[in-house]
């Protein structure tokens, strides 16, 4: 059988933005960031492996798994090179596909991302995947984002239906029960991060309770940090005007050249 990546595609702007979600997530966790950006990219807002309309991709659950099926849909679109951005494990995957393909990525925005420390809330994680009803999915969102922040309740539709379909909260409660081994996350070095040529965005919010923002810390100089004041985990839903803005920032901001790479391992 021949499997492939699902791709949620608007807009038809020169630019190109790759949109990776977060765990649990799915493509249309980005609707609100897309509608802001008013067609002036195109996005493409993917459901990663095990998630969503890719649900039976092989071997799913790996970041780097997930690197290589979205670089692999990029070169199949003869898109050479775009603006990632990636929220949470998406932020992981984000981030492996630009130590990997260095030229692909003209620039990496990263939300709150996986992989940037050890220190995870690994019970929150796992009520998380295992959430199926609207009340219990609202109640985890809302423990993941500020306390003055209301639930976004096209999220927690778009979520309750993506996990009714047969296998999807299985497959969510093994991805958890792998990513927070030891209630610990696997660290990406922060020497090979360092070598990213791109222009890097870091964002943060103060009140993450998934992922401590203390986690910026002791990255390079010259990338840039964002923290944002009383913001939680979920930056995609919470403040997508600013998510959007950001974008825009990142999308002007001049490229050097770099040598093309292979991709990474799965």
Not at 5 to 17: E, L, Q, S
Not at 35 to 52: E, K, M, R, S, V
Not at 104 to 128: E, H, K, M, Q
Not at 202 to 217: E, H, I, K, M, R
């Amino acid at each position: 059988m021949n499997y492939s990546i699902h791709a949620a595609v608007r807009g038809d702007g020169k630019n190109v933005v790759v949109l990776l979600h977060g765990f649990g997530g799915c493509c249309d966790i980005w609707k609100d960031v897309v509608d802001c950006l008013d067609g002036a990219f195109t996005t493409i807002a993917y459901d990663l492996p095990g998630h969503g309309l890719s649900i039976d991709f092989p071997k799913a659950g790996s970041a780097k798994v997930a690197a290589n099926a979205v670089l692999a849909d990029l070169a199949e679109r003869g898109i050479e090179r775009a603006h990632f951005i990636g929220h949470s494990m998406g932020g992981a995957v984000a981030t492996l596909a630009a130590l990997a393909q260095p030229s692909r990525v003209a620039s990496l925005t990263l939300l709150a991302p996986g992989g940037y420390g050890p220190d995870i809330n690994a019970p929150l994680l796992r009520r998380f995947a295992a959430a199926t009803a609207p009340e219990d999915i609202r109640a985890c969102l809302a423990e993941m984002s500020s306390p003055d922040s209301r639930v976004n309740e096209h999220a927690v539709a778009t979520l309750a239906k993506m996990r009714s379909r047969p296998g999807q909260s299985e497959k969510l409660i093994a991805f958890a029960d792998t990513m927070t081994a030891g209630n610990r996350q696997g660290v990406i070095p922060r020497e090979a991060i360092a070598a990213l040529p791109m222009p890097v965005m870091v964002v943060w919010g103060t009140d993450d309770a998934v992922l401590p923002y203390s986690q910026a810390d002791g990255l390079p100089a010259r990338f840039m940090i964002h923290h944002v004041l009383e913001v939680g985990h979920m930056l995609p839903e919470e403040t997508p005007e600013l998510v959007a803005e950001i974008i825009r920032r990142m999308s002007r901001r001049r490229q050097r050249a770099v040598p093309i790479a292979t991709g990474c391992e799965a």
